[in-house]
């Protein structure tokens, strides 16, 4: 007798869904988790900035030939005693690094358009890692001026897209704090790099200091390029998107997927339109113009403070190890400082206004109290002032960075945070170590000097005080055409996976 309905009875169909339904794979739990990934950053930032006390340590940059009265001269250690080099030369040696970074900044943030953001920090730090070599192979100096632009060139990549990195990969509530790790190794990479400088200097000699930090950052050189990051850079199409084999258990796009596949009209591929409209886009910004303003007036006096500050130190209260008592204070308060400040962010909700309230208030108290630390007659009121001032004025470190990565959409944060770098060099600590200078020439008054330079910080209180009236929104979530072409691509790869295959 003939079974009707044996294809739909209930039993086959428990049968048949059991034999084609194929369960999920178990998930692998990543090795490279984000915390894991920004450590990997911040070590990488902290050879950069290693390298910079490197090449300012006595134990490198060394002294000049001297000779006395009755003709006896003494030999010049380090590099400027070894290639002869005048005082000019020496001071251009310790900043050629800064030509590399200016230049390389913004082609690095366009190439990030068309290029894996994370390949391009690969290619940066092997181009690093080379010219570190290079310096300590030099043999005169404009080979290793040459060498120290190329560093700077390196050093370019990872300026410009670490940060949105960071920025993508910390969770929400802590997303200030590890953008202040990572910034809190600036003052201490430097004081490090002070301190190996002058060790290997002394103990081995000067190219080995280079040779050393070449092989440390050969380390990350190698995992740049092995490993993967935990996401994607948000605003960016996966340059490394491969499209999947065809599989029977593809799913065909929705009618309402397919819809969204269509014609548009070609964007342009040059490289040089597409910069220009997207510096056009950023500068139409009016939150990053207000910001970069006091990024650029606050950076004038850092890069003042920083050159000078030992030297105004020992003018005005002839106090010993000047240097030593500079360096300390900012290693110790450029920690608390870059830290407390991107902590107390947290706690009161990172939004732009919020922000702009705390890098207003912090540059406001933090001049008021290096202002009156300088006109202290007592050295140890001074100190003690000075350090409260250094750390309040070091706590914008991590936010004013946070305002240029949020102010704009993602596609726009490489480009924002390598404007933002070439700006506040530009137009901020290159020129006021010499106008400084100028200035204690005429006035020949190291107090006085010293009050009109941190004067400015009022300034650059003010123009940050600007950003909390106006009407800021945060657009690091907004979608940009780049967002449009990645859902594209997922929704073209579909559409390709299910068409008939020969």
């Known amino acids: 007798m003939t079974k009707v309905g044996l294809r739909d009875s209930p039993a086959n169909e428990e049968v048949s869904t059991k034999t084609t339904t194929t369960p999920p794979p178990p998930t692998k739990k990543r090795f490279l988790t984000p915390g894991r990934f920004v450590t990997i950053l911040c070590l990488i930032n902290l050879i950069n900035y290693v390298d910079r006390g490197v090449i300012a340590s006595n134990g490198v940059n060394g002294s000049a030939k001297t000779c ?90 990872f300026i410009s897209l670490a940060a949105p990195y960071i920025d993508d990969s910390a969770p929400v509530e802590r997303k200030n704090f590890w953008l202040g790790l990572f910034y809190m190794c600036i003052p201490a990479g430097v004081a490090l790099g002070y301190v190996f400088g002058g060790y290997i200097g002394d103990h081995l000699g000067w190219r080995w200091a ?73 500068f139409s910004e009016k939150v990053f113009i207000v910001n970069v303003l006091g990024y650029i007036t606050y950076n004038f006096v850092i890069g003042a403070y920083s050159y000078w500050g030992p030297k105004a130190g020992f003018g005005i209260y002839q106090m010993k190890n000047a240097d030593m008592i500079f360096g300390g204070l900012t290693i110790i308060c450029g920690i608390i400082g870059t830290l407390g400040g991107s902590y107390v962010l947290d706690r009161i909700t990172a939004t732009l206004p919020n922000t702009f309230k705390l890098l207003a208030a912090s540059t406001l108290l933090g001049a008021g109290f290096c202002f009156v630390a300088f006109l202290m007659k007592n050295m140890y009121a001074f100190i003690g002032l000075f350090a409260l001032g250094e750390i309040l004025i070091f706590a914008p470190q991590a936010p004013v960075n946070y305002v240029c990565l949020h102010c704009v959409r993602p596609n726009l944060r490489p480009l924002s945070m390598a404007t933002s770098t070439v700006l506040i060099h530009i137009l901020g600590d290159v020129p006021s170590s010499p106008l400084y200078g100028k200035m204690q020439d005429r006035l020949k008054n190291w107090r006085k000097s010293t009050l009109i330079i941190t004067s400015i910080l009022f300034l650059a209180a003010i123009i940050w005080g600007i950003g909390i009236f106006m009407n800021s929104v945060d657009r690091s979530n907004e979608v940009s055409e780049d967002d449009e072409v990645v859902e594209e691509e997922k929704l073209e790869s579909k559409a390709d996976n299910n068409s008939p295959h020969v």
Do not use: H
Not at 86 to 103: I, P
């Open 210 to 282: 280079f040779y050393i930090e070449a092989i440390a950052m050969a380390i990350f050189v190698v995992l740049s390029f092995c490993i993967k990051p935990p996401q994607q850079l948000k605003g960016f199409a996966d340059k490394d998107l491969k499209k999947p084999s065809t599989s029977i258990e593809t799913a065909s796009p929705t009618d309402a997927e397919a819809s969204k596949i269509k014609t548009k009209t070609p964007k342009s591929k040059n490289l040089f339109v597409v910069f220009g409209k997207d510096m056009k886009a950023l």
């Open 68 to 157: 006395d009265a009755k003709g006896v001269c003494s030999a010049g250690t380090g590099i400027q005693g070894e290639f002869s080099l005048t005082n000019f030369e020496d001071g251009l040696l310790s900043s050629a690094f800064m030509v590399g970074l200016l230049v390389a900044s913004p082609i690095f943030a366009g190439l990030s358009k068309r290029v894996n953001p994370f390949k391009l920090i690969g290619v940066g730090l092997t181009v690093w890692t080379i010219a570190a070599l290079g310096c300590g192979f030099s043999y005169n100096f404009w080979m290793i001026a040459v060498f120290r632009m190329f560093v700077g060139v390196g050093e370019a990549s």
